[in-house]
């Protein structure tokens, strides 16, 4: 309730499931289904005005869709009505966190009124020690740095132990060594808890680095129009990773495939 204004409403950060996304756009059908513990990324051909996010939150059921079917795991989804165990990152960390809470009261923020105020405890505590911010917790977010305020966020997806995270341009604000670092910290989040992500970007060598899967979209309403499967050696590195030619053969299909849809 800072400045005497009343908080309407809770913060239900994430209750999204990507496991399988149909979206049907434009009265064209498109599948991408997405393998357990993958990295999808989604590479758009679009204007930032126009936007992919609001299309792809049609299709999991979290606003009403104009038209067309929407399934997950081959049950229909409602709208209105998303699947429980997706969870979402934000790209605006600074307005998605709750600056006058502690670290940890943000973590756990999603799980108040659900599980035992021990059970929130040892699992914020669980949750800010994947993200390497156990030693954080009592401090606020305005005291943080853009990263570490990426991490809360990341963490308090986590606290709710989701199959998918699905994530807006999260590192898109971020300086380039911060971004490279939670590029790596994304990935062996994903190797330790099995969690897979779908993971919206502009950028194509950070589409290239994280993804599994990179489905390109374009058109408005969009729609994907083509899928690379990207089969490079794990675990990634920055720098070995980048120089490999199937990496750099990777890049010039996908720049091919944006520069051609437009």
């Not at 699947?83 to 502690?102: C, G, H, K, M």
């Not at 990426?150 to 199959?163: C, E, G, N």
């Not at 994907?224 to 794990?234: A, G, K, R």
Request: proline share 4%.
């Amino acid at each position: 309730r800072p400045g005497g204004r009343r908080i309407i409403g809770s913060m239900k950060i994430a209750t999204w499931k990507v496991k399988s996304v149909k979206a049907r756009l434009d009265a064209v059908k498109t599948g991408l289904t997405e393998a357990s513990h993958d990295v999808v990324c989604l590479q758009e051909i679009k204007t930032a005005e126009e936007g992919f996010p609001a299309e792809l939150f049609e299709s999991l059921g979290y606003n009403c869709a104009v038209h067309g079917q929407k399934s997950y795991n081959g049950v229909a989804i409602l709208s209105k009505r998303p699947p429980e165990d997706v969870v979402i990152v934000f790209q605006d960390y600074s307005n998605a966190l709750l600056q006058w809470r502690t670290v940890a009261s943000n973590v756990g923020f999603g799980i108040e009124r659900t599980v035992t105020k021990t059970e929130r405890q040892e699992r914020t505590r669980e949750a800010l020690a994947l993200v390497g911010l156990e030693r954080n917790a009592d401090d606020f977010p305005w005291q943080l740095s853009g990263g570490m305020q990426q991490r809360v966020q990341s963490a308090r997806a986590l606290v709710l132990r989701p199959s998918v995270m699905l994530m807006d341009e999260p590192f898109a604000a971020l300086d380039a060594m911060t971004k490279a670092t939670l590029q790596d910290e994304l990935l062996r989040l994903r190797d330790r808890t099995g969690v897979s992500f779908v993971f919206i970007t502009h950028d194509i060598e950070e589409a290239v680095y994280l993804g599994d899967r990179i489905a390109v979209l374009k058109g408005s309403p969009g729609r994907i129009d083509q899928i690379f499967e990207i089969d490079l050696p794990n675990p990634r590195d920055q720098i070995a990773t980048r120089q490999l030619p199937e990496f750099l053969n990777y890049r010039l299909k996908v720049h091919q495939a944006i520069r051609d849809g437009k």
